[in-house]
């Protein structure tokens, strides 16, 4: 029979052997889904980037955030985003607007077009993304849900721990 200190650095290993194996798959998925998100919003003129950005714009604020909010909310620099933000604004999908108070602000707006453009996908969204996760069922969905949002918050607070290194 195995000693305790035994069984702890053979599940040592697995776990970081296992661990690995999910970094890297975290990472296809993330290709791979993006590769998809693409080719759906290519006729449309929109990349997985500027996707991405429109809709935490859409589910993190209340207000039209500033270009450096969004910047920090998607882990990104101001740079990307007023990239981003420039051909969205060509594009019809938002304006960018100095705040009223701190002419230094450039704030980020929805357009009436990209509202009704947003209105019209929500079928074919509801689609795509429950083709997404067509393989789980409710229970891993569940669990899924529980394990990337602490994920997400151990991976907040590792990038700000490193930005401030």
Same mark, same amino acid.
């Given at each position: 029979? $195995?000693?305790?200190?035994?069984?702890?650095?053979?599940?040592? !290993?697995?776990? *970081?052997?296992?661990?690995?194996?999910? =970094?890297? !798959?975290?990472?296809?998925? @993330? @290709?791979?889904? %993006?590769?998809?998100?693409?080719?759906?919003?290519? @006729?449309?003129?929109?990349?997985?980037?500027?996707? *991405?950005?429109? !809709?935490?714009?859409?589910?993190?604020?209340?207000?039209?955030?500033?270009?450096?909010?969004?910047?920090?909310?998607?882990?990104?620099?101001? @740079?990307?985003?007023?990239? =981003?933000?420039?051909?969205?604004?060509?594009? %019809?999908?938002?304006?960018?607007?100095?705040?009223?108070?701190? $002419?230094?602000? =450039?704030?980020?707006?929805?357009?009436?077009?990209?509202?009704?453009?947003?209105?019209?996908?929500?079928?074919?969204?509801?689609?795509? !993304? +429950?083709? =997404?996760?067509?393989?789980?069922?409710?229970?891993?969905?569940?669990?899924?849900?529980?394990?990337?949002?602490?994920?997400?918050? +151990?991976?907040?607070?590792?990038?700000?721990?490193?930005?401030?290194?």
């Amino acid at each position: 029979m $195995k000693e305790p200190e035994e069984l702890k650095a053979e599940f040592s !290993v697995e776990r *970081l052997e296992m661990e690995k194996y999910i =970094l890297v !798959v975290l990472f296809l998925v @993330q @290709q791979r889904w %993006g590769y998809i998100i693409n080719k759906e919003f290519a @006729q449309d003129g929109i990349t997985t980037k500027q996707w *991405l950005m429109m !809709v935490v714009m859409g589910n993190a604020f209340k207000h039209d955030p500033s270009m450096q909010e969004v910047a920090e909310a998607m882990s990104t620099t101001h @740079q990307n985003v007023k990239q =981003l933000a420039t051909r969205l604004e060509a594009r %019809g999908f938002l304006k960018i607007e100095r705040d009223k108070s701190n $002419k230094r602000i =450039l704030r980020l707006k929805f357009t009436e077009e990209s509202q009704r453009y947003w209105e019209g996908r929500n079928g074919d969204d509801v689609e795509s !993304v +429950s083709a =997404l996760f067509e393989s789980l069922d409710d229970g891993e969905i569940k669990t899924l849900f529980e394990i990337m949002g602490k994920l997400e918050r +151990s991976s907040e607070k590792l990038y700000k721990d490193s930005k401030n290194i």
